[in-house]
Structure formats: structure tokens, C-alpha cells
């Protein structure tokens, strides 16, 4: 198994590499804000997520709200997000979801979260870990730079996952996938990506 110590000394240098910005999961005035800002996150950029949901949260800053709202006036607002016409449905469904079955709160389980329409276990994982629970999603990002180090290897998500959580520390989870997006995002070139990565590899 790979050293737990080496790759938390390797997470540590990836946090202090990565640019700080704004991920799509941070900064809403609420959880339910938090969790379609999550959704919609899915194959598009984060900066473009950030602002189609400030103008879709002045429309719509409540479950209730959109539970109300025609998904085609949606459509309108977070059209510039990739697959923003299944996109719009699933956020109407989850908020209605939500009001019906979850008095307008946010489960705090993976398992009733993933019953929401939209809401994959990546989708659920990010949003625990923004609310302080020991979750760790598992992203493109966290996929590829993962095996790259050799903490994990497979392509699948939840097989990824569960390595990561063998590997390090419940207490680290949730520092995982933002360190890994951070540095994804900083470093878009694969060969620049890459060179900085095998730096890393070296880290005992």
C-alpha cells in the first residue's frame, strides 16, 4: 500500500501549488444553493457555474421557489452550463423532491442524497465535505492525478474513492478534492500539469 505519511506530505505540496480561487461548491447563502451550484457543476467550468447560479439564485434563492418554477424559464437562466436542458429538469425534481419528502433540508446521508434527481455520489461527496463531514468526490480532476501518484488505480469513481479513504485519514477526506481541482485548474496544460506531478512523485 502506498505510504500514508509520503502522500499526505504530497497533498501538502499540491494545496500550496494550486491558485486560490472560487470552486462552484463554496460560498452560497445556503445548503440548498450549495447543492444545485454542485449539480450544475457536472462538465462545465467553475467560473461559468458561479455565475449562471447568482443570477438563477436571484430568480429562484429557495427549494420552494424552484420546486414552483417551469423548467424552461430555467433553461433560460443556466443555459450557458453543458447539458443545461436535462440539467434544468433534474433541479426542478430535486427541488421538488426536497419539499416534499425533506421539509426543504439537504439529507446529511449519501445514500438518501443520491436518491435526489441529479445528485450522483460525487455530487453528494463534494456537498457533505463543504458542510464538515468526512466525505471525499471523486471528480476528473481526483481521478487522474490519483493514479498519476499512485494513491489510487482504477478508473472507476467509487473504487477511487475508497482507495483515497484507506489511504489517508478520515480527518483529510474532505481536503482531498479541493487541493486536487485547485491544482487541476491551475495547471491546464497536460505536459506543464504532468512535469509539476512528477516533481511531486519524488516527495518521500
Not at 505540496?13 to 470552486?23: D, Q, T, V
Not at 480527518?171 to 512535469?195: C, D, H, M
Amino acid at each position: 500500500m502506498f505510504p500514508r505519511e509520503r502522500a499526505i506530505k504530497q497533498l501538502e505540496r499540491i494545496e500550496s501549488m494550486g491558485k486560490k480561487m472560487r470552486l462552484a461548491a463554496e460560498g452560497w447563502d445556503s445548503p440548498f444553493q450549495t447543492l444545485i451550484a454542485i449539480v450544475l457543476s457536472a462538465r462545465t467550468r467553475d467560473e461559468t457555474v458561479i455565475e449562471v447560479c447568482k443570477r438563477l439564485f436571484e430568480k429562484f434563492p429557495t427549494a420552494d421557489k424552484l420546486s414552483k418554477a417551469d423548467p424552461k424559464e430555467v433553461e433560460k437562466v443556466i443555459n450557458p452550463v453543458n447539458f443545461f436542458q436535462n440539467k434544468s429538469k433534474n433541479i426542478v425534481k430535486c427541488a421538488q423532491d426536497l419539499v416534499k419528502n425533506f421539509n426543504s433540508k439537504i439529507p446529511d446521508s449519501i445514500e438518501r442524497m443520491t436518491e435526489l434527481p441529479g445528485v450522483g455520489r460525487k455530487t453528494a461527496n463534494v456537498f457533505l465535505s463543504e458542510f464538515d463531514h468526512d466525505a471525499l468526490g471523486v471528480d476528473t480532476h481526483v481521478t487522474y492525478i490519483s493514479n498519476y501518484l499512485g494513491w489510487a488505480d482504477s478508473d472507476k469513481q467509487e473504487l477511487i474513492e475508497r482507495e483515497l479513504k484507506e489511504l489517508f485519514p478520515k480527518n483529510i477526506w474532505s481536503r482531498v478534492n479541493p487541493a486536487l481541482v485547485r491544482f487541476g485548474k491551475t495547471y491546464t496544460s497536460l505536459s506543464e500539469k504532468n512535469r509539476f506531478l512528477d516533481e511531486i512523485k519524488k516527495i518521500e
